[in-house]
């Protein structure tokens, strides 16, 4: 069974400063991809960054980027210059390449930005 | 357009109540999803729809019944609900399953409140 984990319930950061989300994975798949949602207030999971694993190179999204450790199965996010926008609730979520796309999301962590 | 659109947005039900929760996709998507979140969780998967053939999270109880009437429309149809049941349904759309997942869209839910 794969399971996500994500160690930080909240977290919180100044404004245009920089943040790192925590989120470490378990599964004995090879084939599998890795995302960040983002859900505002709004309600609407918006996805933030998506990483395959059979890809080294770690993905970049404008201010937002992963630290992908595919041996620690490890997969972290950062944003830069935070903004008050980025305030939300953070999912890391797993999915692996022979399922029906069925996501499994960790518990989340909750980013507030200070101004 | 890359929408899922839901409606309604908010429904209050009753316990004897039937009422019926709608989704709708126009990108062309071969599968849609719903899923439920519970106040301060992260969504869980109730079923999954993909080339006409419905699978079914076993831990969903049968007063929840999806219908899909053709490829861009998922209905999710509610009968003798529970007030455990109130939560925010979300629905999903991607443009294949397995090898060919890329990203979930989904919708703004539906908040459901059960009285």
């Known amino acids: 069974a794969q399971t996500v984990t994500q160690s930080q319930p909240e977290m919180s950061v100044q404004e245009a400063e920089t943040v790192t989300l925590s989120c470490t994975y378990d599964t004995s798949e090879s084939d599998y991809y890795l995302f960040w949602y983002k859900q505002p207030p709004s309600r609407q999971m918006i996805l933030v960054i998506r990483q395959e694993a059979y890809k080294q190179q770690n993905a970049t999204e404008n201010r937002f980027s992963v630290n992908f450790q595919k041996a620690a199965k490890s997969f972290s996010l950062k944003i830069s210059d935070s903004q008050l926008g980025d305030a939300a609730m953070y999912f890391c979520?797993?999915?692996?390449?022979?399922?029906?796309?069925?996501?499994?999301f960790g518990k989340g962590t909750k980013l507030s930005v200070k101004p | 357009d890359t929408e899922v659109t839901q409606t309604p947005k908010h429904l209050v039900m009753g316990m004897t109540n039937k009422k019926s929760l709608k989704c709708e996709q126009h990108?062309?998507?071969?599968?849609m999803y719903w899923y439920k979140q519970k106040a301060k969780k992260p969504p869980e998967l109730m079923f999954v729809?993909?080339?006409?053939?419905?699978?079914i999270n076993e831990s969903v109880p049968s007063r929840f019944s999806p219908e899909c009437p053709n490829s861009s429309l998922l209905n999710l149809h509610l009968h003798a609900l529970q007030p455990e049941d109130s939560a925010l349904y979300l629905c999903?759309?991607?443009?294949?399953?397995?090898?060919?997942?890329?990203?979930?869209?989904f919708g703004q839910g539906t908040r459901l409140t059960v009285v």
């Open positions: 990108m062309g998507h071969r599968a």
């Open positions: 729809y993909s080339y006409e053939k419905l699978s």
């Open positions: 999903a759309s991607s443009q294949d399953v397995g090898q060919g997942f890329t990203e979930a869209f």
């Open positions: 979520a797993f999915v692996y390449g022979g399922s029906q796309g069925n996501l499994i």
